[in-house]
Structures are given as structure tokens and as C-alpha cells.
């Protein structure tokens, strides 16, 4: 059972930045962040895989947003730079075995609390 905790969020101006963290009691997992707004489903933001550390990122977030991971801390990271209001959501790391990326929340087996983020215009 691969327990994750979130941490970072909180609000910013439009072109401001935040770091949010998950740690992961275990690596060699494929990671991944999703974010969920009001009255809307759920979606894909990025993704880290778990053996060779690629990633993959939405087109709404790409070039914006970054996701790294330091092993010895068994931490991921989504880096938010030039956030806009429509970033606004709860997000949430989740994790999976094996080494693909998806986008599909179902796919995922292993979920953080969420953590808020809110960018005000």
C-alpha cells in the first residue's frame, strides 16, 4: 500500500508561481498529477514514470508547469510557473506500478489528499 502526502498549495497572483510536493512512502512508481475544478471532471496535468524519469504533461500545462522527482526523498514535484486563473483547481498526486504514464485517473491505484490551489487575476 503506497501511502502519498501532498503539500504546497495555497494562492497566488496570475504569473505567480508554487511548488506543490507528494511523498511517496515507496518509489519506483509512476507518478502523476491531476487536477479537479468546480462543476468539472477530473483531468490529467502531468506525469513522471517510474524507472527512467520521463515525463509528460498536458497541453494545457506544457512549458508552464514541470515534474521532477528527487529519489532520495522519494518526493515528486510540480513545479507551476505563470500560473493563470483557470489553473484554480484541488490537485491531487496519484500513483501506479509499471512504467507507463496514463492519462486516466482509473488507472492510477494509489491517491494524496488533494491540495488547493487558487490563482486569483
Known amino acids: 500500500q503506497v501511502q502519498l502526502v501532498e503539500s504546497g498549495g495555497g494562492l497566488v497572483q496570475a504569473g505567480g508561481s508554487l511548488r506543490l510536493s507528494c511523498a511517496a512512502s515507496?518509489?519506483?512508481?509512476?507518478m502523476a498529477w491531476f487536477r479537479q475544478a468546480p462543476g468539472k471532471e477530473r483531468e490529467f496535468v502531468g506525469g513522471?514514470?517510474?524507472?527512467?524519469?520521463?515525463?509528460d504533461y498536458a497541453s494545457s500545462v506544457k512549458g508552464r508547469f514541470t515534474i521532477f522527482r528527487d529519489s532520495a526523498k522519494n518526493t515528486v514535484y510540480l513545479q507551476m510557473n505563470s500560473l493563470k486563473p483557470e489553473d484554480t483547481a484541488v490537485y491531487s498526486c496519484?500513483?501506479?506500478?509499471?512504467?507507463?504514464?496514463?492519462?486516466?485517473?482509473?488507472?492510477?491505484?494509489?491517491w494524496g489528499q488533494g491540495t488547493q490551489v487558487t490563482v486569483s487575476s
Open positions: 515507496e518509489r519506483a512508481y509512476t
Open positions: 513522471i514514470s517510474g524507472r527512467i524519469d520521463f515525463t
Open positions: 496519484a500513483a501506479r506500478g509499471g512504467g507507463l504514464i496514463k492519462w486516466s485517473p482509473g488507472e492510477y491505484s494509489y
